[in-house]
């Protein structure tokens, strides 16, 4: 058992995540507290399909909504899935364009809304990519490229900073030689700007 990540709503209700071995794969499994008493371990992942990364957030009434990154067919494809209602819904997949994907993070904010970043290759650098989660409808975006094609990205955050609004950070190679630290801002992941926190008189919109 590794990488507990756990999420508790205002009204107590506790969502824990971790990967758990399974012969010589992983798989990401979770375990709800409500009202005070344990509920029974749910395997999030396929069994047979090697997992990792997971990470979880807490929405409204109970809600909840994991991610993680699992291997298929030689891929790794970043999938979530949302707790409502004392179940588990279906995964949600996030397509990867033929291409690993890493490092996914998640935020939600009141109204179930929610904002999943992760990593991915285009097949020549790193690119960070981002989805939200409209409650109201329940449905994922289409994943938008947050950093800049050409360069490479990585180790992405993200926060809600509202019902509808996120920002995402992450590290960006700049030259080959030196790491800055970017920050995107946006409603839906519609994106306003693109910043570099670390460099000096930097903020101009992009």
């Not at 900073?161 to 839906?188: D, F, H, K, P």
């Amino acid at each position: 058992t590794q990488l507990p990540q756990l999420a508790a709503d205002d009204a107590g209700n506790v969502t824990v995540v971790w990967k758990q071995a399974i012969g010589s794969l992983y798989s990401i499994q979770s375990r709800r507290l409500e009202n005070g008493n344990w509920g029974d371990i749910t395997a999030l992942s396929v069994i047979d399909q090697d997992a990792d990364s997971s990470r979880v957030t807490a929405g409204d009434n109970g809600t909840a909504i994991a991610i993680w990154t699992q291997q298929t067919i030689g891929l790794r494809t970043v999938r979530s899935r949302r707790y409502q209602g004392g179940v588990w819904e279906l995964p949600a997949v996030f397509v990867s364009g033929g291409q690993d994907a890493w490092s996914p993070q998640i935020a939600s904010s009141n109204g179930n809304n929610a904002t999943a970043v992760w990593t991915r290759s285009d097949g020549t650098n790193t690119l960070i990519r981002g989805a939200f989660y409209a409650g109201a409808d329940g449905n994922w975006t289409p994943a938008a490229v947050l950093s800049t094609p050409g360069q490479n990205a990585g180790q992405p955050q993200v926060a809600m900073l509202g019902n509808s609004q996120a920002m995402a950070v992450w590290t960006r190679l700049n030259n080959g030689q030196t790491r800055r630290v970017q920050a995107r801002q946006g409603q839906y992941v519609i994106i306003r700007y693109r910043l570099t926190l670390n460099k000096s008189g930097s903020g101009a919109v992009v």
